[in-house]
């Protein structure tokens, strides 16, 4: 089965700069997905960027970027000029390609931006 | 993107009853998800509800607690029986869909068991 570790429960940053979350994760899977998603004190779960571990170029939206090392089984999440919307909890999640379809998540981390 | 809503979006019911949650995409997928969300906790996998088949349930929740069906490619519902305190939780809909089944999620219904 697969495991996906936050290590980080919580973290905080000024407005404008940046923060890197990290997440790893276990499988004996050579094909499978991660993802990043982002839950507001609104509830809402909102998928923030998303990997395959077959690309080596790491993906990127927007202000989003992830460090993604496959045999580190390591998979971070920059958010670079951080602003307050960005206040939330951000769960790794990790979904294995053999046609499960089903996420496993991380226990989250709590993203805070000071202004 | 397709849109999910949820109803109800919070409740609080008494120990012993039942609650349905209902959950309703505006276009046709063959894959959902029921997954619950304790206080301060990540998210649990409930169950897998494909319409036309039986839905598949994690380890450790059973059929009878929590009930599922899937009449069609756009809604479903989630019953929690008998329920107690420890059934307090957001419990959230979500669908695969995206070029990498990716899952996106409800709003949420926040229950209180008293």
């Known amino acids: 089965a697969q495991t996906v570790t936050q290590s980080q429960p919580e973290m905080s940053v000024q407005e404008a700069e940046t923060v890197t979350l990290s997440c790893t994760y276990d499988t004996s899977e050579s094909n499978y997905y991660l993802f990043w998603y982002k839950q507001p004190p609104s509830r809402q779960m909102i998928l923030v960027i998303r990997q395959e571990a077959y690309k080596q170029q790491n993906a990127t939206e927007n202000r989003f970027s992830v460090n993604f090392q496959k045999a580190a089984k390591s998979f971070s999440l920059k958010i670079s000029d951080s602003q307050l919307g960005d206040t939330a909890m951000y769960f790794c999640?990790?979904?294995?390609?053999?046609?499960?379809?089903?996420?496993?998540f991380g226990k989250g981390t709590k993203l805070s931006v000071i202004p | 993107s397709a849109v999910i809503s949820q109803k109800p979006s919070r409740d609080i019911c008494q120990r012993g009853t039942s609650l349905t949650i209902q959950c309703q995409v505006d276009?046709?997928?063959?894959?959902m998800f029921w997954y619950r969300q304790q206080p301060g906790q990540s998210l649990t996998l409930i169950a897998t509800?494909?319409?036309?088949?039986?839905?598949?349930?994690e380890s450790g929740f059973v059929i009878d607690k929590f009930p599922i069906s899937r009449p069609n490619l756009t809604f479903s519902t989630l019953t929690v029986s008998n329920m107690s305190p420890e059934d307090s939780s957001i419990y959230l809909c979500?669908?695969?869909?995206?070029?990498?089944?990716?899952?996106?999620f409800g709003p949420g219904t926040r229950l209180t068991v008293t």
């Open positions: 276009s046709q997928v063959t894959m």
């Open positions: 979500s669908i695969s869909a995206g070029l990498h089944y990716e899952q996106y």
């Open positions: 509800a494909n319409q036309g088949s039986e839905a598949t349930y």
């Open positions: 999640a990790f979904m294995d390609g053999a046609g499960s379809y089903q996420l496993t």
